[in-house]
């Protein structure tokens, strides 16, 4: 446990996207810590709602959990549900995730996170809270081929509009940080997995092609490198910057050092390469991969690697969780939620 319970017990905590994957889980957590939750929402069909509501039906129980259902891109709907809540902290988690859809289905993205995001600022600008936390993506490194990744690399060379979207959240912030001392902090998350996760992950679609023996499409023949990052020490990780909003103009993860607004890598920093990754599904499930090799696809790169000394710094934690057990623990719950004996 970390020391949340010190910093937030009896605080409030706004957390946006609280029925997706990350915010479900981080809500659990604040819950579980002493923290009052209020989780929003749009509950859209990009993957099969009745998970997002398994995932709900986690929180709806407890007393100090409420959930409302809001599109941030209404303009004005998230400012006032923040207006009326009065948070203390907010965590931004909200977006339209994943590269590959961003390529056919550009205006949702440039709805959910450019738009979405904007109305995250001005909620905040109107209504001012102690600490804005929200999610950025390691995707904003792009074709970027030094590694490990680090907070200070110039990140200018996008290889999907995911990817856009989320480094024009980070300057949209800075930007809001700069002008209405809005303290900030963006966290540039590295393949998340674990149970209850996302289906679009490669993760859960490769678990599901073992189970049917349907083929799995393996990327550039496997020549493909993932920081793959348990979803539980995502969560530790905000756990613990919460409580601790910019302060101190040199302090880690520091963009400029008179605006209030840092950036973190939240990522395992040990790169596996997807060969390995398939090996370890197909020893966890007992199942052969009927594999198929493929061609990268566009807006894909070819490996992440997170330098997390920043964070280290910062809050005296980092991921660690060796990739096994990680995903034993997800095969685990996916063979328990679809019933497989």
């Not at 409030?12 to 479900?24: D, I, K, R, S």
């Not at 981080?26 to 859209?44: F, I, M, P, W, Y």
Request: with cysteine.
């Amino acid at each position: 446990m970390s020391d949340l319970s010190h910093n937030l017990a009896g605080a409030h905590v706004l957390v946006t996207g609280a029925a997706g994957f990350v915010g479900a889980a981080l809500s659990q957590r604040l819950l579980a810590e002493g923290a009052r939750v209020t989780g929003c929402d749009n509950l859209n069909d990009y993957y099969d709602p009745a998970l997002k509501e398994a995932r709900l039906a986690t929180l709806r129980p407890h007393p100090q959990f409420a959930f409302h259902r809001v599109e941030l891109s209404e303009a004005g709907a998230l400012g006032t549900l923040w207006r009326d809540a009065k948070p203390d902290y907010v965590v931004h988690l909200a977006a339209q995730a994943g590269v590959r859809y961003s390529i056919d289905n550009p205006r949702v993205y440039a709805a959910a996170n450019l738009t979405g995001f904007l109305e995250v600022l001005e909620a905040a600008r109107e209504t001012p809270v102690r600490h804005l936390i929200y999610a950025s993506s390691s995707s904003v490194y792009g074709a970027n081929t030094k590694v490990p990744f680090s907070e200070r690399d110039a990140v200018e060379q996008p290889v999907s509009l995911y990817a856009a979207t989320k480094r024009s959240n980070e300057l949209m912030a800075q930007t809001y940080s700069h002008l209405y001392r809005i303290p900030a902090t963006a966290l540039r998350f590295f393949t998340v997995y674990g149970p209850m996760g996302r289906p679009d992950m490669a993760y859960w679609g490769f678990t599901k092609a073992l189970y049917s023996g349907a083929p799995i499409k393996v990327f550039n023949h496997g020549n493909v490198w993932r920081d793959f990052t348990y979803v539980d020490e995502i969560v530790e990780a905000i756990a613990r910057l919460a409580p601790r909003p910019p302060a101190e103009p040199d302090e880690p993860g520091r963009v400029a050092p008179a605006t209030p607004h840092r950036i973190f890598n939240i990522g395992n920093d040990t790169p596996v390469k997807v060969d390995d990754f398939l090996a370890i599904l197909e020893k966890l499930t007992g199942r052969k991969a009927n594999r198929q090799d493929v061609p990268m696809q566009p807006g894909d790169v070819e490996r992440t690697w997170a330098d997390v000394s920043a964070l280290r710094a910062a809050i005296g934690f980092a991921p660690r969780t060796p990739l096994e057990e990680g995903l034993r623990r997800f095969v685990e719950w996916y063979k328990e939620y679809h019933q497989i004996r």
